[in-house]
């Protein structure tokens, strides 16, 4: 009498023509019907201890394969095509540990700024404003405006140890923190 695992595994071995043809049908490639006879193969080999010896080893596999097939077959349809990694390029996103310290560093600063000058630089240099119409805002003269501003951009950048010649390009992201502190900070803090 053979061994009931020997016998299992003979069963497998003559399966695989059976198996190649059932996985041809279903992906109409070879080299993608080859991948799944082999990880049929292997999930049956890893779970021959479930096998029933005596029941229907080709069926048995069949389902194993076809099970498989429908597996990557869903998770697959969601992916898409990306040969030269254009799009994953575009997904790629860096640490935010450092972006997020200097945001705190800033909102640190920008709650140490007297509050006419704090007020000054959000109005001028987050919102947008004019100096005319921060001016207006804040009822005073325009000269006024500007020299607040002035003070509080030299200030912020002493706090911040930003070399005095940097030039501050408009960028989105500190608009948002500036606007985030503003809307954070308590009034009257100087």
């Known amino acids: ?26 992906c109409g490639r070879g080299t993608a019907a080859d991948d799944l006879v082999q990880e049929t193969l292997t999930r049956a080999w890893s779970n021959l201890g479930s096998f029933e010896p005596g029941s229907n080893m080709i069926g048995w596999l069949y ?11 869903r998770k697959h349809r969601r992916e898409v095509p990306d040969p ?8 790629a996103k860096g640490p935010t540990q450092e972006e997020h310290m200097h945001f705190l560093d800033f909102r640190e600063a920008l709650g140490k700024l ?17 100096y005319k119409e921060a001016a207006d805002l804040c009822g005073c003269a325009v000269g006024t405006m500007k020299s ?9 950048a002493e706090l911040l140890s930003v070399p005095s010649d940097t030039r501050l390009e408009h960028d989105m992201k500190w608009e948002a923190a500036v606007n985030a502190s503003w809307a954070d900070a308590p009034s009257g803090a100087e």
Do not use: C, W
């Open 1 to 26: 009498m053979k061994d009931p695992m020997e016998q299992s595994k003979q069963e497998m071995l003559a399966a695989i023509p059976r198996l190649r043809a059932f996985a041809v049908s279903l």
């Open 63 to 73: 389902t194993i394969l076809r099970n498989e097939f429908y597996s990557d077959f």
């Open 84 to 91: 030269e990694g254009q799009y994953a390029a575009r997904l």
């Open 114 to 130: 007297a509050h006419d000058h704090r007020e000054a630089l959000i109005l001028v240099g987050a919102s947008g404003l004019s």
């Open 148 to 156: 607040r501003v002035n003070r509080a951009r030299v200030r912020l």
